[in-house]
């Protein structure tokens, strides 16, 4: 195991675990950082979408779709006329709210049934780099409270919140959903009252993360390779089960 993890890390062992084989990164210029340490020989495929990316911009590899500006439309537009659809997708977006609201929901649009979103920066360590504009240096934005926002938006998403690398969110239709509670219902009342105030979502995501549903790395890839072990036996017991009948029907047939 790596002993700091980062959000390249983390894709790779989901992706082994999960059999991904189609990636997706939407990033800008100035996040992302390491779609080099994505691993080929797992994701066959794989895709970057980049968006504020200066004209002449490269850092050496790839980008399938590209954008100058924060509008993402036309790089959308190009994903929808390849039909293309994606096991795993790191949203690392430009850190301001609409962004990283649009972006989530962008990326939730494109991943497969199965599939899994990763999305960056989703507990940042301090108010200071937790501002709603552009601040140089290390820089979450407001992504975290996007991220939140956009789940209890749409419920129909299970997420856990993995507490390495400033925070990843990973993003499931059903992935072990927490069971709902007075406590949590009650939180969620005072996270809906915060509104704007940006400084008091801060402090609230700091003191009150269990909406986060934040989980240390190891706990998080026990339980994926647990659901990993379940998926494997369960194709295997429908292979015995399909022999077996077929066995029963030729018994039968020819005793």
């Given amino acids: 195991m790596p002993e700091q993890w980062t ?22 210029a100035y996040t992302g950082h390491r779609y080099g340490e994505i691993d080929r020989d797992l994701l066959t495929t794989c895709h970057r979408m980049m968006y504020r990316c200066p004209p002449g911009h490269s850092d050496g590899m790839p980008v399938d779709f590209r954008s100058e500006e924060l509008d993402i439309t036309e790089c959308i537009r190009a994903i929808s006329a390849q039909r293309r659809r994606y096991d795993i997708i790191l949203v690392d977006p430009w850190h301001e709210y609409a962004t990283s609201l649009r972006d989530l929901g962008e990326a939730l649009n494109l991943i497969t049934e199965d599939g899994t979103v990763v999305v960056h920066d989703c ?8 501002r709603p504009t552009f601040t140089d240096g290390d820089w979450c934005g407001l992504t975290y409270k996007a991220y939140l926002d956009c789940l209890v938006a749409q419920p129909t998403f299970e997420y856990r919140t993995v507490d390495i690398d400033y925070g990843c969110g990973v993003i499931r239709k059903g992935f072990a959903a927490v069971a709902p509670s007075e406590e949590r ?21 700091r003191d009150h993360k269990v909406l986060w549903n934040v989980v240390g790395v190891e706990d998080f890839l026990g339980e994926e390779a647990a659901q990993a072990n379940r998926r494997l036996a369960a194709r295997t017991n429908t292979r015995l089960s399909v ?6 029907f030729f018994a039968r047939r020819f005793r």
Avoid: V
């Fill in 243 to 248: 022999r077996d009948q077929a066995a029963l």
């Fill in 123 to 130: 507990l940042p360590p301090a108010e200071e780099i937790a």
């Fill in 185 to 205: 219902s009650a939180l969620m009342r005072g996270w809906d009252a915060i509104g704007d105030d940006h400084g008091a979502a801060f402090r609230f995501m």
């Fill in 7 to 28: 959000k390249a890390d983390l894709i790779n062992r989901i992706a082994k675990l999960r059999g991904y084989r189609r990636y997706l990164e939407i990033c800008t």
